[in-house]
């Protein structure tokens, strides 16, 4: 059973353009939404997070845009550099004992220079 | 600070032979948890920790055990590895329930022949 699907499994986005990922939870407990980024070899580390309080977070080139009735939420990468090139993945928890995350299942962006 | 590490970074196991994967964090956090990695899975929960003393099941428990008998490290064990258990395994802690950011540790790769 899979609470939280993301997509797409992959993306190539040119240098300067818009990256999204989407993800759409099924639990409507959750209420904290964070972005992590992956690089090759290494563990994720968070991007940006949101709470289902606000519809839209941004910080620097990325953006979280949240739609509650939905239950969706996606990230942004406003003018997409190589750099950019990772996994994302999106994940959602309840507050509550633990904190545990319940994670998407990743998406590969590659940003062609 | 060294944050998260994990030790070892990599191992082959033969099936059926145990081993234990040990994570450490020096950053005084409450929470800590063991996490695998599959392809097109993401990362799924396998054990937490709330404290020192404490565990409880997360989302895959099977085959694991584990073990938080000092607030800095958290030890995962397998007492009979199976190909099944072939996987990247990350260690996350996270500071308590009052906030949600979890740092990850580096991985460990561990093949199960």
């Known amino acids: 059973q899979q609470q939280v699907k993301q997509s797409p499994q992959s993306l190539i986005v040119q240098k300067g353009g818009i990256s999204i990922i989407n993800c759409a939870y099924e639990n409507t407990a959750f209420d904290y939404f964070p972005w992590y980024q992956q690089f090759p070899g290494k563990g994720p580390a968070l991007l940006i997070a949101i709470r289902p309080d606000v519809s839209e977070k941004k910080e620097g080139r990325f953006t979280i845009s949240f739609n509650k009735s939905a239950k969706q939420f996606s990230l942004h990468i406003m003018d997409s550099q190589p750099g950019d090139s990772a996994t994302y993945f999106c994940?959602?928890?309840?507050?509550?004992?633990?904190?545990?995350?319940?994670f998407g299942a990743g998406t590969i962006l590659r940003v062609k220079s | 600070n060294a944050g998260v590490t994990q030790t070892p970074k990599f191992r082959v196991l033969k099936t059926g032979q145990s081993m234990t994967l040990l994570c450490a964090q020096d950053?005084?956090?409450?929470?800590m948890y063991w996490y695998r990695q599959d392809p097109g899975m993401g990362l799924r929960l396998i054990h937490y920790?709330?404290?020192?003393?404490?565990?409880a099941k997360g989302e895959v428990p099977d085959g694991y055990n584990v073990s938080r008998l000092k607030k800095q490290n958290f030890l995962l064990g397998l007492e009979s590895a199976a190909p099944s258990q072939t996987s990247v395994y990350f260690c996350a802690s996270c500071r308590d329930y009052s906030t949600d950011t979890q740092y990850f540790g580096p991985g460990t790769r561990l093949t199960v022949l």
């Open positions: 994940a959602a928890s309840r507050s509550e004992y633990g904190n545990k995350l319940v």
């Open positions: 920790s709330v404290g020192e003393g404490t565990t």
């Open positions: 950053m005084n956090h409450e929470y």
